[in-house]
């Protein structure tokens, strides 16, 4: 019997192809009449393959039996209900550490060494004008991360390698970690040069980073974001880093991507990417694959790789 899987993020070309021979797949996120299609299709989805799944969406499916959610965080689906429904729910995790902890460094490197402004500076011609400010290093700096899990302690390690100290804040002290625990984020701020944000989204850490972590982390301070939008204070950050009270961001999320705010924008003292993290060939192809292996494992009734709820 055909099994009906709904689409709602654009995959590798290998993944769709693989979707595409086990399953009738129903692409949401490309189709002109996103109601419709669920009208004509919903009560045959039995599997979700993407990101994305609202209460509004779970509720009109009501044959659905697993979500394999397309990244690590799965915030963006309504948890309560698939638990409430007995819907599986996986990620892929460990898969793409490595290409958002690169992300997270190449941030901080480019905004020490002012690489997006160099670049400007190179291409419109002023080099041989004049001279680009002095900038810094991120050798002997220390960087608090906030969220030691898998991507945070590849992030860890990479910035000891770039002559970093690394201490970091979470919801427990991490006994087997050899880095400064923190259980105060506030205190951590004030005794950092970065403040690294890689944990989790949803409620839970909503405006973790607020405006007195903010004030704390100070004009010589550095806020890097490769979480969530949510975790900071988006309007505090922006007045801050207007007014020189803190001294810059470089961020890769944002409250409501993807629109980011002007203000953002025409700041000097960040660095903008449009969330792309995990936006490597290796890290997408092995993501699909992990997809795959679950939805695979399901429809065998066999225990899922990845699941998290």
Known sequence: MSIHLLQTFAMPETTEKALAERFVVHKLHTAKDRDRLIAEVGGSIRAIAGIGVPRDLMSRLPALEIIANFGVGYDAIDIPLAAERQIMVTNTPDVLSDAVAELAIGLMISFARRLPQ??????????????????????????????????????????????????YHGRREQPRQPYLYYADLGAMARDVDWLVAITSGGKDTAGLVSRDVLEALGPDGVFVNVARGSVVDEEA??????????????????????????????LDNVVLSPHQGSATREARDAMGALVLANLDAHFAGKPLLTRVA
């Open 237 to 266: 950050m922006i007045e801050l880093l207007t007014n020189g009270k803190l001294g810059g961001a470089a961020l890769d999320v944002f409250a409501n991507e993807p629109i980011v705010p002007e203000a953002l924008r025409n």
């Open 118 to 167: 160099a670049d400007r500076f190179v291409r419109d011609g002023r080099w041989a004008d004049s001279s680009l400010p002095v900038y810094r290093e991120l050798s002997g700096g220390t960087v608090g991360i906030v969220g030691l899990g898998r991507i945070g302690r590849e992030i860890a390690s990479r910035a000891q390698a770039m002559k970093m100290r690394v201490v």
